[in-house]
């Protein structure tokens, strides 16, 4: 069973920055995409950055494209999230998810597996 456990969130001042990172256990992701997701209290979870199993393609949202970076050590399991010029819209819950297909898409539905989360709150 594979387990997806995000860490890095918290509180941080508009204009700060956070790493997210997201470890997996149970099996090698190296042939999995890896995705971030998040999702503010009272809105409907959506898609925030993507990679593909190689780390050689990404896809990120519009709203965070220039700011965020995601990347990936296949090596260690590990996916993570890099965020910058943070602002209080960025606030939510941060999920990481996996999906077997290998290619980086924003569709919730394609992904396989999902962690818990981690909150991240920027404040103004």
């Known amino acids: 069973q594979v387990q997806l456990v995000e860490s890095g969130g918290g509180l941080v001042q508009a204009g700060g920055s956070l790493r997210l990172s997201c470890a997996a256990s149970?099996?090698?992701?190296?042939?999995?995409?890896m995705g971030w997701f998040r999702q503010a209290p009272g809105k409907e979870r959506e898609f925030v950055a993507a990679?593909?199993?190689?780390?050689?393609?990404?896809l990120y949202a519009d709203s965070v494209k220039g700011r965020f970076t995601i990347s990936r050590d296949n090596a260690k399991n590990a996916v993570y999230l890099q965020m910058n010029s943070l602002k209080p819209e960025d606030t939510a819950v941060y999920f990481c998810a996996a999906d077997r297909a290998g290619r980086a898409v924003d569709s919730m539905s394609m992904y396989d597996y999902w962690g818990q989360g981690t909150q991240v709150t920027v404040s103004s």
């Open positions: 149970g099996r090698t992701m190296s042939t999995y995409a």
């Open positions: 990679i593909n199993w190689g780390g050689g393609s990404t």
